[in-house]
T-cell receptor, first 116, second 113 residues
């Protein structure tokens, strides 16, 4: 079983739909992240959860709503998205001590989202 | 805030040649510089990293160099193989201030047999 698992791998939704992306990590990490990857752009950090507490929201529109019920699961709830939100959404996890990230981020394979 | 610039955006080399990808960063407080490789249809995977107290690090065919004064770091791949073809991302962060990774734009490396 891979370290960080994301479902679904592909999602097509209309602008009025509500859907969710799911991420699960099996590495014993205590921090989880959502990144957005658009073509020809750097990976953009969206949210950071440290011990289930949201510690960073990188000015993400409210149509993206994260949820972290425990340190192994992370969701991204999607509502009334725009076509420009189409991208690859990557989940990652790491081990943090307090406010210090101790090293490597482990990424999932991503959820490819298309908004029609 | 931190800004990371990565060049080139695409790089094509013959199998066996070397490949070099360069990044510059803006925040002199950054002290951790990882490199990630992303193969088609997969998430990025760490291949090597370097901390600011070291000038160079090597792992088999991959090496990374860091020039703190000039605020740039580079990835060197020697004896390239077709399986090295992927998108490579550099990143910079301040480890004890949240460790938020700021990524470069990525370099698409193509190794031709």
């Amino acid at each position: 079983e891979t370290g960080v698992t994301q479902t679904p791998r592909h999602l097509v939704m209309g602008m009025t739909n509500k859907k969710s992306l799911k991420c699960e990590q099996h590495l014993g990490h205590n921090a989880m992240y959502w990144y957005k990857q658009s073509a020809k752009k750097p990976l953009e950090l969206m949210f950071v959860y440290n011990f289930k507490e949201q510690t960073e929201n990188n000015s993400v529109p409210s149509r993206f709503s994260p949820e972290c019920p425990n340190s192994s699961h992370l969701f991204l709830h999607l509502h009334t998205l725009q076509p420009e939100d189409s991208a690859l959404y990557l989940c990652a996890s790491s081990f943090r001590t307090g406010n210090a990230n101790t090293g490597e981020l482990f990424f999932g394979e991503g959820s490819r989202l298309t908004v029609l | 805030g931190e800004n990371v610039e990565q060049h080139p955006s695409t790089l094509s080399v013959q199998e066996g040649d070397s490949a070099v990808i360069k990044c510059t960063y803006s925040d002199s407080a950054s002290n951790y510089f990882p490199w990630y490789k992303q193969e088609l249809g997969k998430g990025p995977q760490l291949i090597i990293d370097i901390r600011s107290n070291v000038g160079e690090k090597k792992d088999q065919r991959i090496a990374v160099t860091l020039n703190k004064t000039a605020k740039h770091f580079s990835l060197h791949i020697t004896e390239t193989q077709p399986e090295d073809s992927a998108v490579y991302f550099c990143a910079a962060s301040i480890m004890d201030q949240g460790g938020k990774l700021i990524f470069g734009q990525g370099t698409e490396l193509s190794v031709k047999p």
